[in-house]
């Protein structure tokens, strides 16, 4: 179903998520109704254990709701199968980890070039050679991840996010391996990609200031929205 | 920026086509991008693998090279090894004139060569003798190559009459045997001879450990004078021809049948010059090649945990693949490129050592062997390596690469992603499954037998299931067993059950080679204790051949006669060939391999009216004493199950070149072990009394009347041969040597995989180590009590792993001793007790190596990094 310009990015409706353990099932997510509109930046906070992390997970497939329903880019993705889930990450989905994991073995340009790679883009390396000059790296491409800093590191990784240019993006704790300067730094170009790229984002953190700088927040407590 | 288009398709090219290429491509692209980073780390990740790999691989084609160079070196030496293009042999009889004018006429050049075993004594010694290998050749001998002699002189020269002796070369071991020079008086028979060169290259004799006695080569004129061809007497006439340039020996062969159809005679081309010695390579082959393809099964267990580690550390990269838009496929495509790859570095290495290791072999040795080995590079046995080599390291590696492929790339967003521990998904069980029956289809179709074969292939499941069971009860035993109160032993106990343990790594890697060790030794053990215990007390001394009907009587009396004698006995004997069963011709009939050896050559067969003792009849019944029908045979059970007779049914045999179409009358089930005379067929009466027959006899006396008893059975009778049963168990024994030597070293092989793989086990363990032994510390252990934990741990883990291997060990070696080679079966604890305390050392050691390394490590920075 094609998606209008009006309709959201991403709805999310009623949405669970239990997991089970040794103890009996776990219930992370508690039915969060949410809806997000193109190029919308949102800000989730919330106490250690509240389900944000968990939140990222199931908007980018990667851990099936329970129960409701998410629609993203005009797809439910929770009627999708392992394979189309992974194509919806490839086509729509960027995604920014708090330990960055970058691919130790690949220089800083072929991690960039990745997601361009699997998704079969023509000149994969020209146009990550772009988004490693948009983050200030254009003269570490061929620098592999151990030859980097920690902040560096990230903004190769920042770079490998949009560099599909995904329509949104998912950061999870950008900063929170990284000092508190380049910390700064790192969230001041994620922003500035952001706009550039016009692309939607949910930026998860603990740090209230951080998620001041998003248009919206939205706080989440025992696995339900607290507050939008 | 660029625009988010995908490639462009060109046109022409369906769309799969186009995505299997991209995705092949990409595939390839990701694949060596981490293994570029592998090869800059040396391979230091891989080392096991290819260690694995190499060795398995080297040792299947080295084992397929050898046998390669050997056969063609047979080939190469066919027509000499043969003593012409065609070999025609007789028993007990000459070609009648008629046939050798057929021969002369059809060929370029004939020669004539009897055989026959004999006894010869020193002119001046009277108290020595030695049964020999006589050979009488005519002037036209050899046809092909060189006999060498020393001194070199002309053979004619050699051997002519000279001062009223003939002359004879001998093997040099006689000379020293009996006491002589070159130039003494020797007699054989009623001749006597004057040695005048010994022999010191012999083109038409495969050299060989096994032989009943040295060369005594003469000429066919001087025979006469010995008085040795009697009738029935064990002599083999040789009629050797070589053929005219681009003459089809086959399209020979027919016409010969077609012309002299009846002559009975073995017909030999250069083809199958020395079949013996191509079946003991064979059989050689097939044994140390099924020991070889052990090495890559215990390898591939070792490839296994080698590509599991590997993907355990690139778990994480798995994940951000998969986050990153790689579906499961390609990724699993990535990891089994980097796999086939680095498999690819194994197989050549272990090709291009296997390959030319025999040669490096053949320059040192090649001397000593039998046959002169042709020296080259063997393409199919080096091919056969790579694909075995090839196919076990991707079938042991889809598992570990299919299972890794199933991270979840959520776990991304976690501290720490735990190792894979879920297995892979159907489809690539079903790879796996498909993977194993090709190495059981290419193990059982490259086989020269399939028979045994199957049994491997069978063996090798069954063993290793056995060992995996055996792995799991003791996990279960350590885990249900009430800790005891001792905390070194309550947590030695522990280690061995608790998640992630090296328990199933362990007893399966080292198990299985230990298995195969215990097997081999214990089925070596028995048949030298066969052979050199066994055997010599309940065989007779000597056995007698070649004794005339009308020196029975006296024979006896002689024989008997000496103070200390036994159990003599004594038969009538001639040999005939089987031609046709059931009518079917043997060349035509469908004769089992275990039941083969009946129908290759010439069978002793005899004549009673009473059933030999120690045999039952099991089936029909014995003849009347004074029986005087039809043809009517007894033969034994087994042979007419091989045959797929039964009573009623004929067997037609060659006698001296009559046919001959027996009825069975009876099955005999045949008691081998009683080492009395039996016979697998015996005729009734009525049918072979007429024939040329001669006696064998056989006696039991002590080593202390050996000398005696063979004086008088010999001194009377030239014509007779004593054999002592001590000289060829003896060789026997010194064969068997020469043969377990080359078994077991190869076999040790896979010891040598096994402690690779176990080190890999080990290694791959040995985080979890540091960090044990760091929170040991912390928490107040002392260096000794950890190391005692870790010694109690792997102590048990090997004693443990012995005593699984060397129970299934010892049932294969039950089994192969009990019903394939139907001998007698002992436990030889002592094989056991070594197996037993290679398997702990090796362990401990192993174990204590890494855990010294564990215990070397600070505490702090692994608490810090924690």
């Known amino acids: 179903m094609p998606l209008a310009p009006s309709d959201p990015i991403l709805a999310l409706t009623d949405v669970h998520l239990d997991l089970n353990s040794d103890a009996g099932p776990v219930h992370i997510l508690r039915g969060i109704d949410l809806e997000v509109n193109h190029g919308e930046t949102i800000g989730v906070i919330g106490p250690s254990g509240s389900g944000k992390t968990s939140l990222l997970m199931v908007i980018a497939g990667l851990e099936p709701a329970t129960g409701g329903t998410v629609t993203a880019a005009g797809q439910d993705i929770t009627t999708l199968d392992e394979v189309q889930l992974t194509r919806f990450r490839r086509d729509h989905v960027g995604i920014v980890f708090q330990s960055f994991h970058l691919v130790p073995t690949m220089s800083a340009l072929e991690n960039v070039a990745l997601p361009l790679e699997f998704a079969g883009k023509e000149h994969a390396f020209e146009r990550a050679r772009d988004h490693l000059e948009a983050v200030g790296l254009g003269k570490r491409a061929k620098h592999y991840p151990g030859q980097l800093s920690g902040g560096e590191q990230q903004r190769v990784a920042l770079a490998r996010a949009f560099a599909a240019e995904p329509a949104i993006l998912l950061a999870d704790e950008p900063t929170g391996s990284l000092d508190q300067d380049t910390g700064h730094e790192i969230m001041s170009l994620l922003f500035d990609l952001q706009a550039r790229v016009g692309t939607t984002m949910i930026l998860v953190t603990h740090a209230p200031d951080l998620a001041g700088r998003c248009g919206r927040i939205v706080k989440i407590a025992d696995g339900r929205v607290a507050g939008d | ?866």
């Open chain 2, 1 to 866: 920026m660029h625009s988010s288009t995908p490639s462009s398709r060109p046109s022409g090219i369906p769309t799969w086509a186009l995505a299997w290429t991209r995705d092949w491509s990409l595939a390839w692209t990701l694949a060596w991008r981490e293994l570029r980073a592998e090869f800059s780390n040396r391979l230091r990740g891989f080392r096991i693998f290819l260690i694995c790999l190499f060795l398995g691989v080297a040792t299947i084609a080295a084992v397929g090279s050898l046998s390669a160079a050997l056969t063609a070196g047979l080939e190469a030496d066919g027509a000499k090894l043969l003593g012409g293009d065609i070999d025609l042999r007789l028993l007990h009889r000459q070609a009648s004139a008629e046939q050798k004018a057929y021969l002369k006429a059809n060929s370029q050049a004939y020669s004539e060569v009897i055989k026959m075993r004999a006894m010869a004594r020193p002119v001046d010694q009277r108290d020595k003798r030695a049964m020999v290998e006589l050979k009488a050749v005519d002037q036209a001998y050899p046809l092909i190559g060189d006999l060498t002699t020393k001194p070199q002189r002309p053979l004619t020269d050699l051997l002519r009459k000279q001062n009223g002796l003939f002359g004879v070369v001998v093997d040099g071991n006689l000379l020293a045997r009996l006491g002589l020079d070159v130039g003494a008086r020797i007699k054989l028979g009623a001749a006597t001879y004057q040695i005048r060169a010994t022999v010191v290259t012999e083109p038409d004799r495969v050299a060989s450990v096994f032989s009943f006695g040295p060369r005594f080569l003469v000429s066919t004129a001087s025979l006469a004078a010995t008085e040795l061809i009697q009738p029935g007497s064990q002599i083999r006439y040789h009629h050797r021809l070589t053929l005219t340039p681009g003459t089809d020996q086959e399209q020979w062969k027919n016409d010969l049948a077609t012309a002299l159809p009846k002559a009975g005679w073995r017909v030999r081309t250069t083809t199958d010059a020395a079949p013996n010695v191509r079946r003991f390579i064979e059989r050689m082959t097939l044994f140390l090649s099924f020991v070889g393809l052990t090495v890559l099964l215990v390898g591939g267990l070792g490839i296994t945990g080698a590509v599991k580690s590997y993907l355990n550390a690139r778990i994480a990269s798995i994940a951000t693949f998969k986050c990153l838009g790689a579906p499961g496929d390609l990724v699993f495509k990535i990891y089994m490129i980097q796999i086939l790859t680095l498999g690819l570095v194994g197989v050549i290495g272990g090709i291009v050592i296997g390959g030319v290791g025999p040669m490096i072999l053949f320059s040192l040795i090649g001397e000593q062997l039998p046959i002169q080995p042709v020296g080259g590079l063997f393409p199919t046995p080096l091919l056969l390596a790579a694909g075995f080599g090839l196919l076990s390291s991707t079938t042991f590696a889809i598992w570990p690469i299919a299972s890794a492929c199933q991270v979840k790339p959520a776990s991304l967003f976690r501290s720490k992603i735990a190792p894979i521990n879920t297995g892979p998904t159907w489809t690539y069980r079903i790879y796996t499954g498909v993977g194993v029956l090709l190495l059981a289809t290419l193990c059982i179709w490259s086989a020269n037998d399939r028979f045994f074969a199957y049994w491997f292939v069978g063996g090798s499941v069954l063993t290793l299931s056995l060992l995996r069971f055996g792995a799991a009860l003791v996990m279960r035993g350590a885990a249900r067993l009430t800790p005891p109160a001792n905390a070194l032993w309550r947590l030695a106990q522990a280690n061995l059950h608790r998640p992630g343990a090296a328990t199933p790594g362990i007893i399966v890697s080292m198990g299985l080679g230990l298995t195969v060790l215990v097997a081999i030794a214990l089925i070596e053990g028995n048949l030298k204790q066969q052979i050199s215990e066994r055997l010599p007390d309940k065989a007779p001394a000597f056995f007698f051949v070649d004794i005339q009907p009308d020196q029975v009587e006296t024979f006896d009396k002689a024989v008997t006669g000496v103070d200390g004698t036994s159990g003599f006995q004594r038969v009538p004997t001639l040999r005939g060939r089987i031609i046709k069963i059931a009518g079917i011709a043997v060349e035509k009939a469908n004769v089992p391999s275990e039941s083969q050896w009946a129908t290759r050559g010439d069978r002793a067969l005899t004549f009673a009216t009473e059933k030999p003792r120690q045999s039952k009849v099991v089936k029909g019944t014995w003849w009347p004493a004074d029986y005087q029908g039809p043809p009517l045979i007894s033969l034994d059970a087994g042979l007419a199950r091989g045959f797929g007779i039964d009573l009623g049914d004929t067997l037609t045999f060659n006698i001296l070149g009559r046919e001959i179409t027996a009825t069975i009358g009876n099955l005999r089930e045949i008691n081998w072990h009683s080492l009395r005379f039996d016979f697998a067929i015996i005729f009734a009466p009525g049918t072979l009394e007429g024939a040329p027959f001669t006696h064998i006899a056989a006696v039991e006396a002590d080593r202390t009347i050996e000398d005696a008893v063979e004086k008088a059975a010999t001194d009377p009778f030239p014509n007779i041969s004593a054999i002592r049963v001590r000289d060829a168990l003896e060789a026997a024994a010194k064969m068997l040597v020469g043969i377990s030597a080359a078994i077991t070293g190869t076999a040790a092989l896979t010891i040598i995989a096994g402690a690779v793989v176990l080190a890999g086990v080990i290694a791959s363990e040995h985080q979890r180590r540091v960090y044990d032994a760091v929170v040991f510390k912390v928490l107040g252990a002392s260096r000794r009590r950890i190391l005692g934990v870790y010694l109690l741990e792997y102590g048990l883990l090997g004693l443990l792993t012995g005593v699984i291997s060397a129970s299934i060990g010892t049932v294969t070696g039950w089994a192969v001793v009990r019903f394939l080679m139907h001998a007698e079966w002992a436990f030889l604890g002592d094989v056991v007790a070594y197996t037993l305390i290679i398997c702990v050392s090796v362990i401990v050691t192993a174990g204590l190596i890494s855990t010294w390394q564990a215990l070397g490590q600070k505490a702090s920075v692994h608490l810090r990094n924690e």
